[in-house]
C-alpha cells in the first residue's frame, strides 16, 4: 500500500522558516515523481515544487522560487521542503503527492497525481 505521510507543519511569523517532511512508502522511490502541493481556503490546489528522482527534473512554482528547496534522501524516502522567508500568503494545507509517470514539471503544473498524502497545515502571520 502506497502511503505519504507529511510532518512539519505549523505556525510561524512572517519571515522565518519551516522545514516539511513527507516520509514515502509502498513504492519504488526512485522511480517516481514526488513533491508538495499546497491549498488555501477558497483557492484551487497548485504545485508548489516537485522532483523526479529518475530524471533530476526538478519544478518550482514562480511565486516560491529562491525562498524555496525540495529535496530528498532516498535511502530514507523522505522528501523535504525547505522554506525560508515565508510570507502570510503561503499560508496553506501543504500535501505531499507521487505520481510514476510524469516528471516534475508535469507534475507541479498539472498538480494531479497518483497518490496523495493527508496535508499539513503551514500558517504564517503577519
Not at 526512485?30 to 504545485?47: L, M, N, S, V
Request: charged share 20%; net charge negative.
Amino acid at each position: 500500500e502506497v502511503q505519504l505521510v507529511e510532518s512539519g507543519g505549523g505556525l510561524v511569523q512572517a519571515g522565518g522558516s519551516l522545514r516539511l517532511s513527507c516520509v514515502a512508502s509502498g513504492f519504488t522511490f526512485d522511480d517516481y515523481a514526488i513533491g508538495w502541493f499546497r491549498q488555501a481556503p477558497g483557492k484551487e490546489r497548485e504545485g508548489v515544487a516537485c522532483l523526479s528522482n529518475s530524471d533530476g527534473s526538478t519544478y518550482y512554482t514562480d511565486s516560491v522560487k529562491g525562498r524555496f528547496t525540495i529535496s530528498s534522501d532516498n535511502a530514507k524516502n523522505t522528501v523535504y521542503l525547505q522554506m525560508n522567508s515565508l510570507k502570510p500568503e503561503d499560508t496553506a494545507v501543504y500535501y505531499c503527492a507521487a505520481d510514476p509517470d510524469l516528471d516534475a514539471p508535469a507534475l507541479g503544473v498539472g498538480a494531479v497525481a497518483d497518490h496523495w498524502g493527508q496535508g499539513t497545515q503551514v500558517t504564517v502571520s503577519s
